[in-house]
């Protein structure tokens, strides 16, 4: 029964032509991906110098993390001008001629749209800041001052107050994140429609769709009310009063009418939504409601934070399972999931929930294979198909993340942390991490410039990088591309229905997907020691990370895929 209604779901999808429900997105961090001029700073131009890597990879959609003009400094998620792109990446007839490669190649590729804020020094900011009647005044959030303090209690995401007091105006505007990336108004109709007129110019100059950065923080409780305090806490929470606001979908759905509706290109958009319940992205992703194709929910990335992202603890593996399964349900008959285990703001999978020192081929694998056989379109962030892991950081200076810099200080001055605490928060959880240069080869600085790189190299890279692993057919690489294959090639992957089995089991991750008289079930071993399964493991071996299989054994790290026919 439950198969047969995946049949007919999957019917309307494909009617409709959702091409991405069948697709891999690769993530591009264009600093830290390819450098072309010896800067130390990857670049357009280097991107384009390794598309013939990533269709060998055999990835569909590229999204670049953004590369427009920008201060840097969120490394670009500060745009002071949406309709150009940054001298430190290129022109934008370097642009042209790189979007113009990927189709050749048949790839896609979508932009980041950062529009909850701007860079302070984009000019509708320094008009806005200019004086209380300038016509842009309203374009941000600029409120009085109370008591001789900011105008209400909230924290900024980056630590610190989420407010800025001006000596200009003597008034203070209201910043999420860094004191140089303001927050849009969205209440104002005049800042909907500057943002949807610059989205329809990158479409128009033939863009295939946008990543949406922080989108759920668009709308606002436009009284912004204080925000719970905890004792001995510098700031109150207001996310409340700012994420999945009461105008969010609203927003979304005039967005879509103002951009998409009427282009009958082939799109993507996805949306990054922190803090999304399965409810909410049910109203996101829900066909019917024409807001977003997926989003980006943040669950299965905060099992391992306690009290926030900095105080680490240890995943529990069957939190992880209940989690992924919860996603899987929860979006079964409306909406689609999005997966990933990396991007760049995470710290490398295998470091983080694999085994990076003694099982560091295996446990990549596998969780390459359990999350790209879940029911979604997979993400994969860039080197983490070589296994790329996180950096061995060993003192402050040498993190650039504003993020981590910001929190360092606000723990070690502010709150008076030991600062080794602190930097052992930062090891495991920096955004650094994911920023180091892709490994391309063991020469000097993995290949990735000839010049000095912006931040340094993994020191692993004679052992993990691409040209090794490409020609190694035992390599992460050349499991990725399996994977990747598998999903091209059998529509089970992406059709089928997921049930989790023996969810209480605190080693195995057993899952199946059924459709159409064909099951895939998933096996894996998540730890060190061999477990033999309760679950009969049989049928064709489709991939797996050992050799050969042993019977009803999974040794450390080992996953199987096996095919099996279902006879109803
Ligand atoms: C998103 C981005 C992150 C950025 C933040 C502010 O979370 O992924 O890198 O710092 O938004 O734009
Ligand atoms: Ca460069």
Same mark, same amino acid.
């Given at each position: 029964?439950?198969?047969? #209604?995946?049949?007919? %779901?999957?019917?309307?999808?494909?009617?409709?032509?959702?091409?991405?429900?069948? #697709?891999?997105?690769?993530?591009?961090?264009?600093?830290?991906?390819?450098?072309?001029?010896?800067?130390?700073?990857?670049?357009?131009?280097?991107?384009?110098?390794?598309? *013939?890597?990533?269709?060998?990879?055999?990835?569909?959609?590229?999204?670049?993390?953004?590369?427009?003009?920008?201060?840097?400094?969120?490394? $670009?998620?500060?745009?002071?001008?949406?309709?150009?792109?940054?001298?430190?990446?290129?022109?934008?007839?370097?642009?042209?001629?790189?979007?113009? #490669?990927?189709?050749?190649?048949?790839?896609?590729?979508?932009?980041?749209?950062?529009?909850?804020?701007?860079?302070?020094?984009?000019?509708?900011?320094?008009?806005? &800041?200019?004086?209380?009647?300038?016509?842009?005044?309203?374009?941000?959030?600029?409120?009085?001052?109370?008591?001789?303090?900011?105008?209400?209690?909230?924290?900024?995401?980056?630590?610190?107050?989420?407010?800025?007091? *001006?000596?200009?105006?003597?008034?203070?505007?209201?910043?999420?994140?860094?004191?140089?990336?303001?927050?849009?108004?969205?209440?104002?109709?005049?800042?909907?429609?500057?943002?949807?007129?610059?989205?329809?110019?990158?479409?128009?100059?033939?863009?295939?769709?946008?990543?949406?950065?922080?989108?759920?923080?668009?709308?606002?409780?436009?009284?912004?009310?204080?925000?719970?305090?905890?004792?001995?806490?510098?700031?109150?929470? $207001?996310?409340?009063?700012?994420?999945?606001?009461?105008?969010?979908?609203?927003?979304?759905?005039?967005?879509?009418?103002?951009?998409?509706?009427?282009?009958?290109?082939?799109?993507?958009?996805?949306?990054?939504?922190?803090?999304?319940?399965?409810?909410?992205? &049910?109203?996101?992703?829900?066909?019917?409601?024409?807001?977003?194709?997926?989003?980006?929910?943040?669950?299965?990335?905060?099992?391992?934070?306690?009290?926030?992202?900095?105080?680490?603890?240890?995943?529990?593996?069957?939190?992880?399972?209940?989690?992924?399964?919860?996603?899987?349900?929860?979006?079964?008959?409306?909406?689609?999931?999005?997966?990933?285990?990396?991007?760049?703001?995470?710290?490398?999978?295998?470091?983080?929930?694999?085994?990076?020192?003694?099982?560091?081929?295996?446990?990549?694998?596998?969780?390459?294979?359990?999350?790209?056989?879940?029911?979604?379109?997979?993400?994969?962030?860039?080197?983490?198909?070589?296994?790329?892991?996180?950096?061995?950081?060993?003192?402050?200076? /040498?993190?650039?993340?504003?993020?981590?810099?910001?929190?360092?200080?606000?723990?070690?001055?502010?709150?008076?942390?030991?600062? &080794?605490?602190?930097?052992?928060?930062? /090891?495991?959880?920096?955004?650094?991490?994911?920023?180091?240069?892709?490994?391309?080869?063991?020469?000097?600085?993995?290949?990735?410039?000839? $010049?000095?790189?912006?931040?340094?190299?993994?020191?692993?890279?004679?052992?993990?990088?691409?040209?090794?692993?490409? #020609?190694?057919?035992?390599?992460?690489?050349?499991?990725?591309?399996?994977?990747?294959?598998?999903?091209?090639?059998?529509?089970?992957?992406?059709?089928?229905?997921?049930?989790? %089995?023996?969810? =209480?089991?605190?080693?195995?991750?057993?899952?199946?997907?059924?459709?159409?008289?064909? &099951?895939?079930?998933?096996? =894996?071993?998540?730890?060190?020691?061999?477990?033999?399964?309760?679950?009969?493991?049989?049928?064709?071996?489709?991939?797996?990370?050992?050799?050969?299989?042993?019977?009803?054994?999974?040794?450390?790290?080992?996953?199987?895929?096996?095919?099996?026919?279902?006879?109803?």
């Amino acid at each position: 029964m439950r198969a047969r #209604a995946t049949h007919l %779901l999957t019917r309307s999808l494909t009617a409709v032509s959702l091409w991405w429900t069948n #697709a891999v997105v690769y993530q591009i961090y264009p600093r830290s991906f390819a450098d072309s001029n010896g800067d130390g700073i990857g670049d357009l131009a280097g991107i384009e110098s390794k598309l *013939d890597y990533l269709v060998d990879l055999g990835v569909d959609v590229l999204w670049l993390s953004p590369i427009y003009r920008s201060p840097q400094d969120d490394n $670009g998620y500060d745009i002071s001008d949406y309709r150009d792109i940054d001298p430190m990446f290129g022109t934008l007839a370097d642009f042209d001629r790189l979007l113009a #490669a990927v189709h050749e190649r048949g790839m896609k590729l979508i932009m980041d749209l950062v529009v909850n804020h701007t860079s302070d020094e984009h000019p509708w900011f320094m008009e806005s &800041r200019s004086s209380p009647d300038n016509p842009k005044r309203d374009w941000y959030w600029w409120r009085t001052g109370r008591d001789d303090g900011p105008p209400n209690n909230w924290g900024s995401i980056f630590s610190g107050s989420a407010w800025e007091y *001006d000596d200009l105006t003597g008034e203070y505007y209201l910043h999420l994140f860094t004191k140089k990336q303001p927050d849009l108004n969205w209440e104002n109709p005049q800042v909907r429609q500057a943002v949807y007129d610059l989205m329809n110019w990158w479409l128009d100059r033939g863009v295939d769709g946008f990543r949406m950065d922080v989108i759920n923080l668009i709308s606002k409780h436009a009284t912004l009310p204080d925000g719970q305090q905890a004792p001995g806490e510098l700031y109150g929470d $207001g996310s409340p009063y700012y994420s999945e606001g009461p105008r969010v979908h609203e927003f979304l759905q005039e967005m879509h009418r103002a951009v998409f509706a009427d282009r009958d290109a082939e799109l993507l958009t996805v949306g990054e939504t922190p803090g999304v319940s399965v409810e909410q992205a &049910r109203l996101y992703t829900d066909r019917d409601r024409h807001e977003l194709d997926m989003v980006f929910q943040f669950e299965h990335v905060e099992l391992d934070h306690g009290l926030g992202k900095w105080d680490v603890r240890s995943l529990n593996l069957v939190e992880l399972k209940e989690n992924l399964a919860k996603w899987q349900y929860g979006l079964a008959r409306v909406g689609w999931n999005s997966l990933y285990w990396n991007n760049h703001d995470q710290p490398r999978v295998v470091s983080r929930y694999g085994d990076d020192r003694n099982y560091w081929y295996e446990s990549a694998t596998l969780l390459a294979t359990v999350l790209h056989l879940l029911r979604g379109t997979p993400y994969i962030y860039q080197g983490e198909e070589l296994g790329m892991t996180n950096y061995p950081f060993a003192s402050i200076e /040498q993190f650039q993340d504003v993020e981590s810099l910001n929190y360092y200080r606000q723990a070690v001055d502010g709150m008076g942390l030991d600062p &080794r605490l602190v930097m052992s928060s930062l /090891q495991a959880m920096g955004r650094d991490n994911a920023r180091t240069p892709v490994q391309w080869d063991d020469s000097a600085h993995a290949g990735f410039t000839t $010049g000095t790189p912006w931040l340094p190299v993994n020191p692993n890279y004679p052992r993990i990088n691409a040209a090794a692993e490409v #020609a190694d057919p035992e390599s992460v690489f050349a499991y990725y591309r399996s994977l990747i294959a598998l999903r091209h090639a059998d529509p089970v992957v992406r059709d089928g229905d997921f049930e989790l %089995l023996l969810p =209480a089991d605190p080693d195995l991750f057993v899952f199946t997907r059924t459709a159409e008289g064909v &099951r895939l079930l998933v096996a =894996a071993n998540v730890g060190d020691d061999p477990v033999e399964s309760p679950v009969d493991l049989h049928g064709d071996l489709v991939i797996t990370n050992y050799r050969e299989p042993v019977g009803q054994v999974l040794r450390p790290w080992e996953v199987r895929v096996h095919r099996q026919e279902v006879t109803s």
